[in-house]
């Protein structure tokens, strides 16, 4: 059978083509009875769109380029105040999507879901008006609520570990991956005696991935000696010291930086007899050892994936959401020992001559 369009959908329900685009566009022109009538009819038919479709021809309509350009929505949930480190995270992530959407030549427009600000209800009507069908969403400092949204008309990837309102595809730091990583790193260097301290809320909310390969570590590499990871509900120098003082830790693994001085206010010469790797750099003033979690290509990744949905039209909450990692990259700093150099290989012998 020939493939159905809007003209046969037309011939067949006895109707304008522009009414058949209309009513599968959900547009307010078409009664909510014709509208359902042109629905059924083209599920019945076969009949998939492109939500592409018509914003190709729009634009082509209005530029005398024949250049195609998409725009992705991303989306930032702003529930209250934000830390100055997950500000930056965000923009570096944003400026990912943003660089990345370019070079596939689609744009991006930012909008803000807060309580003060737009609603989720407003933000429907808003993409639905100007034929935006694919989002990004950025990380969220709570648990993400966008069900409300219609997602029979889009689809989306979130820049974290997990949604569930609605499931979606997800991109976000390998946390454990990096975590194994920057241990049997130390260990190449020398360090036998890692420390972790971490907050409670963080350790959960990353399903305790950094504390589990930090265990495993522990566990299976040879000639450690194993060092109990501080779990607090808010990291102080009350708290850390008693700590650092007790287990001695040769290198200390943490996102408050302000544990340099507190090593060193009990003695701890850095990085001669101990060493501090922070695990964000983007939550440090100081110059130190840091592990970069790749914001922006997490957010360049992010827009490959939802504009690779977007052309393959894959609309609506996917049947099994994927999650895709990136790794962290060590960033060198006073605070840790140089890495360990392998001697040269010696020189290969001038061959002998008759």
Not at 81 to 107: D, M, T
């Amino acid at each position: 059978m020939a493939t159905p369009t809007l003209r046969t959908l037309a011939r067949t329900l006895g109707l304008s083509r522009t009414t058949i685009s209309d009513a599968l566009r959900g547009s307010p022109r078409v009664n909510a009875r014709t509208a359902e009538r042109v629905r059924a009819a083209a599920k019945a038919a076969g009949y998939e769109s492109n939500p592409l479709t018509g914003t190709v021809m729009s634009l082509l309509r209005r530029s005398r380029s024949q250049e195609f350009r998409g725009v992705l929505a991303a989306i930032e949930i702003v529930d209250g105040p934000q830390p100055s480190h997950a500000i930056r995270y965000n923009e570096r992530v944003l400026a990912g999507v943003a660089e990345r959407a370019k070079a596939l030549a689609f744009k991006v427009d930012r909008f803000e879901i807060s309580p003060a600000g737009l609603r989720l209800s407003r933000l429907d009507a808003i993409l639905q008006a100007r034929g935006i069908h694919a989002m990004v969403i950025l990380p969220a400092a709570g648990v993400p609520d966008l069900a409300g949204l219609d997602w029979q008309r889009y689809t989306a990837v979130y820049i974290d570990y997990l949604i569930d309102h609605p499931p979606l595809h997800c991109v976000c730091s390998d946390h454990y991956h990096s975590m194994i990583s920057l241990l049997q790193e130390l260990y190449r260097r020398g360090y036998r005696r890692p420390g972790l301290f971490i907050e409670i809320t963080h350790d959960e909310r990353l399903h305790f991935r950094w504390e589990g390969a930090f265990l495993a570590l522990q566990k299976y590499l040879p000639n450690i000696t194993a060092v109990p990871a501080l779990r607090l509900q808010a990291v102080t120098r009350a708290r850390f010291e008693p700590w650092f003082r007790k287990y001695d830790p040769d290198v200390v693994l943490g996102h408050c930086a302000e544990a340099i001085d507190w090593m060193e206010a009990c003695g701890a010469q850095i990085p001669k007899t101990h060493a501090f790797v922070c695990l964000n750099s983007l939550r440090t003033e100081n110059d130190c050892a840091a592990l970069d979690l790749q914001a922006s290509h997490l957010g360049a990744r992010a827009a490959e994936l939802v504009i690779g949905q977007l052309l393959h039209n894959e609309l609506g909450i996917p049947e099994e959401p994927s999650l895709t990692t990136i790794s962290a990259k060590l960033i060198e700093g006073p605070t840790l020992r140089g890495p360990v150099v392998a001697p040269a290989a010696p020189a290969a012998a001038s061959p002998v001559t008759a």
